[in-house]
């Protein structure tokens, strides 16, 4: 059974940095792309950083330059290092498991397994 759960989430100021974490579980972590995705209330889930079993890594644009994926075979955790957060980051943020080892894109349809969520909230 796939488990992937948060941590991490918080409350920052602008400019601020918040470290997320996934710890996943129930199936062969290396195996398999791994994905960090978004949502605010009312919106579509957006596709935030996404890391494949080789290493490759995509970001959404509005996150580039800030963001930082990273994956550990070793430990089975997928990480978000979020830098300079602005107001228009709140959302609660997910960890997803992609279908195979290779995402071609951060849509949400390559992904198959989702974590419960850790809320992000950036004030002004």
């Known amino acids: 059974q796939v488990q992937l759960v948060e941590s991490g989430g918080g409350s920052v100021q602008a400019g601020g940095s918040l470290r997320l974490s996934c710890a996943a579980s129930g199936y062969r972590y290396s195996s398999y792309c791994m994905g960090w995705f978004r949502q605010t209330p009312g919106k579509e889930r957006e596709g935030v950083a996404s890391?494949?079993?080789?290493?490759?890594?995509r970001y959404a644009d509005s996150v580039k330059g800030r963001f930082t994926i990273s994956r550990d075979n070793a430990e089975n955790t997928l990480t978000l290092l979020m830098n300079s957060l602005e107001p228009e980051d709140t959302a609660k943020y997910y960890c997803?498991?992609?279908?195979?080892?290779?995402?071609?894109?951060?849509?949400?349809?390559?992904?198959?397994?989702w974590g419960q969520g850790t809320q992000v909230t950036v004030s002004s």
């Open positions: 890391v494949d079993t080789d290493g490759r890594i």
């Open positions: 997803a498991r992609g279908r195979d080892f290779h995402c071609p894109t951060l849509d949400t349809s390559y992904y198959s397994s």
